[in-house]
């Protein structure tokens, strides 16, 4: 069965810093990719997706992803992080066949001024 | 605007109550989704629906009840048999059925506490 791992439960960084949070899959065929944030108390949002092609994705608010089929890994980036982009961040794999997605527990971003 | 609603975005409940939280879209989706989400576990699915008048249990979906008789709406049913129903709860669709790179659009989401 497929499944998304985030290891990081909160991550802190500083206003202005580079960030980088991690997201893990384990799924058994051509993996569909997706990043989403979540603001407190609202719904998701897609940052970005990845299906196939060039490895490095980019998506909204500043935000890039890179797909290491070697590492099962579809990390998420940012040069310079905004105090807004304080939220919630859930990495989600596609399943076959089934229409629909597996989260990540997601990952609690708190920005410093 | 295209989106999906949710109503009403906070619900209390008194034990050994049902409850039914509503869910519309206007994007014209074929499949649509209920989530709860606990603090620290994520997104756990209780229900989807890929077509009309019909649905497919999720990994959670003891106590929940859903019916799809248009296409545009799923509302979710929370019936007295749900042990623990306090959580946030989240709807979403997306625009193709049963193919896996298909983004998935969210409402703002219910909250329900029982009392």
């Known amino acids: 069965a497929q499944s998304v791992t985030q290891p990081d439960i909160h991550i802190t960084v500083s206003e202005g810093a580079s960030l980088e949070l991690r997201c893990n899959y384990s799924?058994?065929?051509?993996?569909?990719l997706f990043w989403y944030v979540q603001s407190p108390g609202q719904g998701l949002q897609l940052l970005l997706k990845?299906?196939?092609?060039?490895?490095l994705v980019q998506g909204i608010k500043g935000f890039e992803a890179e797909f290491k089929r070697s590492q099962s890994s579809f990390n998420l980036r940012k040069p310079s992080v905004h105090w807004s982009d304080a939220a919630e961040y859930f990495c989600?794999?596609?399943?076959?066949?089934?229409?629909?997605?597996?989260f990540g527990d997601g990952t609690t971003l708190t920005v410093k001024p | 605007d295209g989106g999906i609603t949710q109503s009403p975005k906070y619900l209390f409940r008194k034990e050994g109550q049902n409850v039914t939280l509503s869910c519309e879209q206007n994007?014209?989706?074929?499949?649509m989704y209920w989530y709860r989400q606990d603090p620290g576990q994520g997104l756990r699915l209780i229900y989807y629906s890929q077509i009309v008048n019909d649905f497919q249990k999720g990994d959670i979906a003891e106590g929940y009840s859903v019916s799809r008789e248009k296409k545009e709406s799923f509302p979710l049913t929370v019936t007295s048999a749900q042990k623990n129903p306090t959580a946030f709860y989240l709807c979403?669709?997306?625009?193709?059925?049963?193919?896996?790179?298909?983004?998935?659009?969210f409402g703002p989401g219910t909250r329900l506490t029982v009392l």
């Open positions: 989600a794999v596609g399943v076959t066949n089934a229409g629909k997605s597996t």
């Open positions: 979403a669709s997306s625009k193709v059925r049963a193919t896996p790179n298909n983004e998935q659009f």
């Open positions: 994007l014209n989706h074929d499949a």
């Open positions: 799924y058994g065929a051509t993996p569909y």
């Open positions: 990845y299906f196939s092609g060039d490895t």
